[in-house]
């Protein structure tokens, strides 16, 4: 079992430095599930597809 990433380590906002890693092992953690993600990491969902779209990643729900 992968750990969630701590939201205090992963940056804020306004921060334009996203670790893809973290993100995606925070999504996978969830299944993807992007609105129980960001609960997880305290943010607002709009927040994680900042960050995701900042990190170049995309939920696999998408490409399909």
Known sequence: DLALPDPHTLPLQKSRAVDPVSLTAALKQTRWNVAQTARN?????MTLYRWMKRAGIESPK???
Do not use: A, F, K, P
């Not at 990491?41 to 969902?45: A, H, I, K, N």
């Open 41 to 45: 990491l305290g943010v607002s969902r």
């Open 62 to 64: 998408t490409l399909i």
